[in-house]
């Protein structure tokens, strides 16, 4: 169920989206921080449509274009007159574009260009800033006589927080269009990733998801899980990082990778991290704009895998299966009616009052489509052929059952929605209708 707080976020979405069809607006910001994904680089002028304090982001547009963005309210300024926008922005000129990477862990950020001032955050190493300004502060000691080289920078971190930090343990560097790094002190270090044997071959591997391994082991070829499109894409051909699972599709332009530590990699100017565990398996971590993560495990599959095949011939599987359905003319019960599976996939069922409303909803009609959609448990292979899903015309319910094509004709057993998980039959209903047809 979802929680309250997700709910007020969807409605708050929804009731910005009212407002966004029309010329209303908050005014226009400056963009802090590069938008990688959507192709806007810190600097640019954008339009705000909504303001969310539940969901803590902003609904934003390019002046002009149609499509609209959600960002987190600390990546752009305030709203305000498009001339105040770009006035706020201007004191940030200096520095457009300019981002710094920790060397160390543990710089503090703090809240006055003072070593002495209160901290305000702590930057781990390989942590990305952006530079806003510099300002006078007071000179960072080493020793009792030697000034150490660099400036008081007031950085933005990601995450929102803002405060000063010392630029010596900063390698400093710009970026371009889509976030691509395109000068700076970590040139250096994305030109030996390059050189990097291993990340060479993670990023020219095929990558599907983790789940993939076991149910090929276990020939349970669901196929609303297997597809080829499910994946993790490096962006090394396609031009686009991918995580496409169930549920989940982020993306970012491929700008490449860098080696931050060992065995892991970030994608230049993307939320995208990666870990290789082995040659065979990696771990994907994305950041989400509220600064949580999300990680996801790929493997690879040996190279006498052919997934395509396979799931053609899963497909083939459960096409035959209703074909043999097809075959019989009808299918009668003297209790439960008559059952036509037609070619097409689509079925007539009269005379089924009996199993009305317990098995079969009174809004349903004597027609619709039937499918082979989940898979049997080992516990069911051996008693049961498959499992027919039928959705009636008139019903937004799909309606399940076990069943068994004999020589004298077919048994079914309707089944609830708590005997399947994962797509596979696990459990009985609990008080089953069985039901046997004649040919």
Same mark, same amino acid.
């Given at each position: 169920?979802?929680?309250?707080?997700?709910?007020?976020?969807? &409605?708050?979405?929804?009731?910005? %989206?009212?407002? /966004?069809?029309?010329?209303?607006?908050?005014?226009?910001?400056?963009?802090?921080?590069?938008?990688?994904?959507?192709?806007?680089?810190?600097?640019?002028?954008?339009?705000?449509?909504?303001?969310?304090?539940?969901?803590? #982001?902003?609904?934003?547009?390019?002046?002009?274009?149609?499509?609209?963005?959600?960002?987190?309210?600390?990546?752009?300024?305030?709203?305000?007159?498009?001339?105040?926008?770009?006035?706020?922005?201007?004191?940030?000129?200096?520095?457009?574009?300019?981002?710094?990477? %920790?060397?160390?862990?543990?710089?503090?950020?703090?809240?006055?260009?003072?070593?002495?001032?209160?901290?305000?955050?702590? @930057?781990?190493?390989?942590?990305?800033?952006? +530079? @806003?300004?510099? !300002?006078?502060?007071?000179? #960072?000691?080493?020793?009792?006589?030697?000034? &150490?080289? !660099?400036?008081?920078?007031?950085?933005?971190?990601?995450?929102?927080?803002?405060?000063?930090?010392?630029?010596?343990? &900063?390698?400093?560097?710009?970026?371009?269009?889509?976030?691509?790094?395109?000068?700076?002190?970590? $040139?250096?270090?994305?030109?030996?990733?390059?050189?990097?044997?291993? *990340?060479?071959?993670? @990023?020219?591997?095929?990558?599907?998801?983790?789940?993939?391994?076991? *149910?090929?082991?276990?020939?349970? +070829?669901? =196929?609303?899980?297997?597809?080829?499109?499910?994946?993790?894409?490096?962006?090394?051909?396609?031009?686009? #990082?991918?995580?496409?699972?169930?549920?989940?599709?982020?993306?970012?332009?491929?700008?490449?990778?860098?080696? +931050?530590?060992?065995? /892991?990699? $970030?994608?230049? !100017?993307?939320?995208?991290?990666? %870990?290789?565990?082995?040659?065979?398996?990696?771990?994907?971590?994305?950041?989400?704009?509220?600064?949580?993560?999300?990680?996801?495990?790929?493997?690879?599959?040996?190279?006498?895998?052919?997934?395509?095949?396979?799931?053609?011939?899963?497909?083939?599987?459960?096409?035959?299966?209703?074909?043999?359905?097809?075959?019989?003319?009808?299918?009668?019960? $003297?209790?439960?009616?008559?059952?036509?599976?037609?070619?097409?996939?689509?079925?007539?069922? /009269?005379?089924? /009052? &009996? =199993?009305?409303?317990?098995?079969?909803?009174?809004?349903?009609?004597?027609?619709g489509t039937v499918n082979v959609k989940y898979l049997l448990s080992k516990d069911f292979a051996s008693r049961y052929d498959g499992v027919l899903t039928f959705k009636f015309d008139g019903c937004s319910d799909e309606i399940n059952f076990l069943y068994k094509?004999?020589?004298?004709?077919?048994?079914?057993?309707? +089944?609830?929605?708590y005997s399947i998980k994962d797509n596979v039959v696990i459990a009985r209903a609990s008080n089953p209708t069985v039901m046997f047809f004649n040919r």
């Open positions: 169920m979802k929680s309250i707080k997700s709910v007020l976020v969807v &409605l708050s979405f929804a009731f910005a %989206m009212t407002f /966004t069809s029309c010329s209303r607006s908050l005014g226009y910001s400056a963009v802090l921080w590069d938008l990688p994904e959507y192709g806007i680089q810190d600097g640019q002028i954008v339009k705000v449509y909504f303001k969310s304090n539940i969901s803590h #982001v902003y609904i934003i547009g390019l002046p002009g274009e149609s499509e609209r963005y959600e960002v987190p309210l600390w990546q752009i300024t305030e709203p305000s007159s498009k001339k105040n926008a770009e006035k706020t922005f201007s004191a940030y000129n200096e520095y457009i574009h300019q981002y710094g990477k %920790m060397k160390v862990d543990g710089l503090p950020v703090r809240a006055e260009p003072v070593n002495t001032s209160k901290q305000v955050y702590r @930057l781990h190493k390989d942590e990305v800033v952006k +530079i @806003l300004y510099k !300002g006078e502060g007071q000179a #960072v000691m080493v020793g009792k006589n030697e000034k &150490l080289p !660099g400036d008081w920078l007031y950085v933005l971190t990601e995450g929102g927080t803002k405060g000063w930090c010392f630029s010596y343990n &900063l390698s400093m560097f710009e970026t371009g269009a889509n976030g691509v790094i395109v000068s700076g002190d970590v $040139q250096e270090e994305v030109v030996a990733a390059n050189d990097d044997t291993i *990340l060479e071959q993670v @990023l020219n591997a095929k990558w599907y998801p983790e789940v993939y391994a076991r *149910l090929l082991d276990e020939k349970q +070829i669901d =196929l609303e899980t297997i597809k080829l499109a499910y994946g993790f894409d490096t962006g090394i051909t396609s031009g686009k #990082v991918i995580v496409n699972i169930p549920e989940k599709y982020h993306t970012a332009k491929y700008a490449g990778a860098e080696k +931050i530590r060992d065995n /892991t990699y $970030q994608f230049i !100017g993307t939320p995208f991290q990666m %870990m290789v565990r082995n040659k065979n398996t990696i771990v994907v971590n994305y950041t989400l704009r509220d600064g949580s993560q999300e990680a996801y495990t790929f493997i690879t599959l040996p190279e006498d895998v052919d997934l395509a095949k396979i799931i053609e011939a899963e497909r083939t599987r459960r096409n035959n299966l209703l074909n043999e359905l097809f075959k019989v003319t009808s299918f009668n019960s $003297q209790n439960y009616g008559q059952l036509v599976i037609n070619s097409g996939k689509t079925f007539t069922w /009269t005379g089924y /009052t &009996l =199993l009305v409303p317990d098995v079969i909803p009174s809004s349903a009609k004597g027609r094509l004999t020589n004298e004709g077919l048994n079914l057993e309707n +089944i609830d929605y």
